[in-house]
């Protein structure tokens, strides 16, 4: 009997994933703890250990296409057993897992890009294609992640001797493979869709030159990685038409879906009330420099002092540490403090855990740790869950204050800007002091802003006398 | 032009070389009184005498090893297997001696002898009786490898074996020796290393040889009822192999099945792939596939034995397969 492997929940928040990547195929004997595959959830890429023993009959779900969790994405068994057999029950429930594979047979794919991708299936007709009706089964989408289109040594040269490009042409053979028939088509459609010669925006742009001013052609296309403009309609004061260049879609990946699914969903839900307040760092400043220099191999940061600081205060005002559900307000019995690390294309929240109960070192060492890992994705989704209060640090670069969003979850998130030198009154003597302004964002479902307002000031009075933090 | 059936065609081919060159002889188990066990030494004995068709005892190794030395020292021996299974007793003679002989003695030394005999399976005989040794043999260089499926054949290429100045091993079939066909009543000898086009076809190309070729035309005219044309190439000659005449229809087809009646590890099916992709890769629609034996010992029962032969229905699913209709 066929075993359906289904796509494994993999974090608390995760819904979808994605499968990164294959680590076996069909034929490969599997072992119980084998890693057969890379998963992208909404916060990582991680390795997901097989369940199960076998040899694998079918890979249903293709790299890059995401799936709920539960969906079928391979089937194991005994080797040459039919697939299907045991595959069909398990995946007919799931509309989901059903429609997803579907959207990526090649006769659904959007038009090329040029980046060796098949074309529309309008180009070439699958009803007439030899093996057209197998075009629709999924065990035959083209795996084209390395670069390389599968094609026969035929169609390749046809492709060649007719200045074809193969990736531009819709293969109807196993695992999407382009063969003799694919190309004679694409040749008898006029190659229109596969040619190599110059893509189309490029194409206009020679031709509006010839009609516009020489230097229009010539102005410097910019970056590298900008796609090359076009005159447009629009015309400055001296009829120079403005470049115009077309928009792009950027795909949203599993964590700007996450972003978007909880921000939305805590902006929507949860009413927020911002308070604000000014704290003179000079003293922790000082602290910390004396640490670094006291203890060899320490490198606390401000943010770990902040870290340490809003645990110690979050003790002293449980409200804060807390979440709103309609059965009631959750008070979390132990500090979990989230910290938001920028990645280049979103950001995740690394977990210092009952940091209430470490030390500034261990607090700052676990930090540095999970940063780092943080920005190579790698770490585990038990390390990015289960915060009960969450920092978001913009001072390093440069924003003096904002506002941000709670996350679902927690009731309190503490926007921290930089540290600067501010002018300040000291006994009515204008002094300048290392001034850090920091924003409380709460769910006012939660508490309310008095009680926001005296969780600052323990704040406030642990970071302007820091030695408090160490008593 | 006579009708012959394939075991007439061998026997005529014998007994024209033997009125033709005197030192031609036949020697094996039961060629002689008993006419062969396939009879297809039939009337020899009585023509040419016991001291040229000469019946031996059940111990192949010696008279292979005999008929070497005869050979040797100048006179061209036929020797019969009853079945070419028997020959892997006098292996070693053939391996070693026969196919060896010529390039270690600097050529002072030739063996112009035919090995002959039927090859592969038949209907139930079980796993020893049921084997296809050509991969074995041809594997050896030194030695000419044949199987015939047509009296035509049969006799020409019998012919140019018997003429020819190396070890030649000529592979029949049990179940074809009744195969009649067309054979030219005046002489003729086909070549050595040619192979025959049996059916012209333009959308594949289904080489094979021996058994495999009646099973390969009966493939072609399933495949015709659903408009597919199939060309049969019958190699002939497994050693030297035409393999100008494969590439050639390949060119035209652009995909290929080898049928035979053989395991499918190794062997000759595996030359004649290697070949293929090697000289016309960049025409290949579809990788080229096998049709043969499974990959076990020949099991005795009936319903087992089918299932493990190759089959035109067999053929017909791999010839769908190459064109990506199944």
């Known amino acids: 009997m066929a075993t359906v492997v289904e796509l494994p929940r993999l974090s608390d928040t995760m819904e979808e994933g994605v499968i990164a990547r294959w680590r076996i195929k069909v034929g490969d004997k599997v072992k119980r703890g084998q890693v057969i595959a890379e998963i992208e959830t909404d916060k990582a890429t991680m390795e997901f250990e097989s369940f199960d023993s076998g040899t694998v009959l079918k890979l249903i779900a293709t790299e890059g296409e995401a799936l709920p969790i539960g969906a079928p994405i391979a089937v194991f068994g005994a080797a040459g057993e039919d697939p299907d057999a045991g595959a069909k029950p398990a995946a007919a429930p799931t509309p989901a897992a059903a429609s997803a594979p579907a959207a990526s047979t090649p006769a659904a794919t959007p038009a090329s890009n040029g980046e060796g991708k098949p074309v529309s299936g309008a180009e070439v007709p699958a009803a007439s294609g030899p093996g057209a009706q197998v075009a629709e089964d999924m065990s035959k989408k083209p795996a084209r992640d390395d670069g390389r289109v599968p094609a026969s040594p035929l169609a390749r040269r046809l492709a060649r001797e007719h200045d074809l490009e193969l990736g531009a042409i819709s293969g109807s053979g196993p695992h999407g493979r382009v063969v003799k028939a694919d190309v004679d088509q694409a040749i008898a459609a006029g190659g229109a869709a596969a040619t190599r010669a110059a893509p189309k925006p490029a194409a206009a742009a020679v031709a509006a030159a010839a009609a516009v001013p020489a230097f229009v052609a010539e102005r410097p296309a910019g970056k590298a990685s900008q796609v090359p403009g076009v005159p447009g309609i629009e ?26 699914k909880r921000m939305g969903q805590s902006k929507r839900e949860a009413p927020h009330i911002y308070l604000s307040t000014a704290i003179r760092m000079d003293r922790a400043m000082a602290v910390r420099a004396e640490l670094n220099l006291a203890v060899d191999g320490t490198k606390i940061s401000v943010n770990d002092l902040i870290v340490l600081a809003c645990a110690r205060a979050l003790r002293k005002h449980p409200k804060v540490n807390s979440n709103y559900t309609e059965q009631g307000i959750l008070e979390y019995g132990d500090i979990h403090v989230g910290v938001a690390v920028a990645l280049d294309d979103g950001l995740v929240v690394p977990v210092i ?35 009960t209060f969450t920092i978001s640090n913009l001072g390093m670069l440069g924003v003096e204050s904002f506002m941000a969003v709670v996350n679902p979850g927690e009731s309190a998130i503490l926007a921290v800007g930089a540290t600067n030198d501010e002018p300040v009154v000291d006994n009515g003597v204008v002094v300048v002091r290392k001034v850090m302004r ?34 | 032009m006579a009708i012959l059936q394939i075991r007439q065609a061998i026997r005529d081919a014998m007994k024209e070389e033997m009125l033709r060159d005197e ?61 070419f299974n028997f020959s892997a007793v006098a292996f070693d003679q053939i391996l070693n001696n026969a196919a060896k002989i010529r390039h270690m003695t600097n050529g002072q030394f030739s063996v112009p002898i035919v090995f002959r005999g039927p090859n592969a399976a038949a209907h139930m005989l079980g796993s020893t009786h049921s084997q296809a040794f050509e991969p074995y043999y041809a594997h050896i260089p030194g030695l000419k490898v044949i199987a015939v499926a047509t009296p035509y054949d049969a006799k020409g290429l019998l012919k140019s074996a018997i003429r020819d100045e190396n070890p030649v091993i000529f592979l029949e079939s049990e179940l074809m020796y009744s195969v009649k066909g067309e054979v030219p009543d005046e002489e003729y000898t086909i070549p050595i290393g040619k192979a025959d086009i049996k059916r012209e ?45 494969v590439i050639a229809s390949v060119k035209k087809t652009n995909r290929a099945v080898v049928l035979f009646h053989d395991w499918p590890y190794g062997g000759v099916g595996c030359e004649v792939i290697a070949r293929i992709q090697e000289l016309a890769f960049d025409h290949l629609d579809a990788p080229v596939l096998r049709e043969c034996y499974e990959d076990v010992p020949f099991p005795y029962a009936d319903n087992l034995e089918q299932l493990v032969l190759p089959s035109p229905e067999k053929g017909l699913a791999a010839v769908k397969k190459v064109l990506y209709r199944g």
């Open chain 1, 235 to 260: 015309a400055d004061a001296d009829g120079r038409p403005y470049v115009s260049r077309p928009t792009k879609t950027n795909k949203l990946t599993q964590m700007r879906k996450t972003i978007v």
């Open chain 1, 438 to 471: 920091v924003t409380l964002c709460s769910d006012h479902r939660a508490f309310d802003g008095a009680d926001s307002a005296r969780f600052l000031q323990t704040l406030k009075n642990l970071l302007e006398n820091p030695m408090a933090l160490f008593g």
């Open chain 2, 201 to 245: 076809g333009k959308h594949v190309t289904l080489v094979t040889w021996g058994q495999g070729v009646p099973i390969s035309l009966k493939t072609a005219e399933l495949a015709e009822k659903e408009g597919i044309e199939v060309e049969v190439i019958d190699l002939r000659t497994l050693r030297p192999m035409d393999t100008e005449t």
């Open chain 2, 23 to 83: 030192r031609v002889f036949l020697m094996g188990e039961e060629v002689g009184h008993y006419n062969g066990a396939y009879k297809a030494s039939e009337g020899l004995l009585e023509q040419f005498g016991p001291k040229r068709v000469i019946d031996t005892p059940i111990v192949e190794t010696g008279f292979a090893g005999v008929g070497i030395g005869a050979a040797m020292c100048g006179l061209r021996p036929i020797i019969e297997f009853m079945t």
């Open chain 1, 353 to 387: 855990r009952f940091a209430d109960q470490k030390s500034i070192s261990a607090i700052s060492r676990e930090s540095r740790d999970l940063g780092q890992r943080a920005k190579g994705k790698e770490l585990r989704p038990e390390e990015m869950a289960g915060s």
